[in-house]
């Protein structure tokens, strides 16, 4: 079965950083594109960012692009969010999620991932 373990997240001020990171277990990580969703309080959970299986594709909300980047390690079976700039709009309960290979749904719908971390949460006072 595949776990997903999120760490990283914490409360900071506006304009650090702050980097995320989701260990998956129990299945082959390059089998699977892995997401970062939030959720804040009172609202829906969002699409954050995204990767391919191999690290070549990367995919950002609006919100986002140009202050956080998503990556991944293979080799250490983990992805990483890396957040700069930090907003207190940010704040929220970040989520990692994995996606198959074989699935075609676009990488932002919720649906389309098979399996979620715990989450993380992350505060950015003002």
């Known amino acids: 079965q595949v776990q997903l373990v999120e760490s990283g997240g914490g409360l900071v001020q506006a304009g650090d950083s702050l980097r995320l990171s989701c260990e998956l277990s129990g299945r082959t990580f390059s089998s699977y594109s892995m997401g970062w969703f939030r959720q804040a309080p009172g609202k829906e959970r969002e699409f954050v960012a995204a990767i391919n299986w191999g690290g070549s594709s990367t995919y950002y909300a609006d919100s986002v692009k140009g202050r956080f980047t998503i990556s991944r390690d293979n080799a250490k079976n983990t992805v990483y969010l890396q957040m700069n700039s930090l907003k207190p709009e940010d704040t929220a309960v970040y989520y990692c999620?994995?996606?198959?290979?074989?699935?075609?749904?676009?990488?932002?719908?919720?649906?389309?991932?098979?399996?979620w971390g715990q989450g993380t949460q992350v505060t950015v006072s003002s």
């Open positions: 999620a994995a996606k198959g290979l074989t699935d075609t749904s676009p990488v932002t719908r919720k649906s389309a991932y098979g399996y």
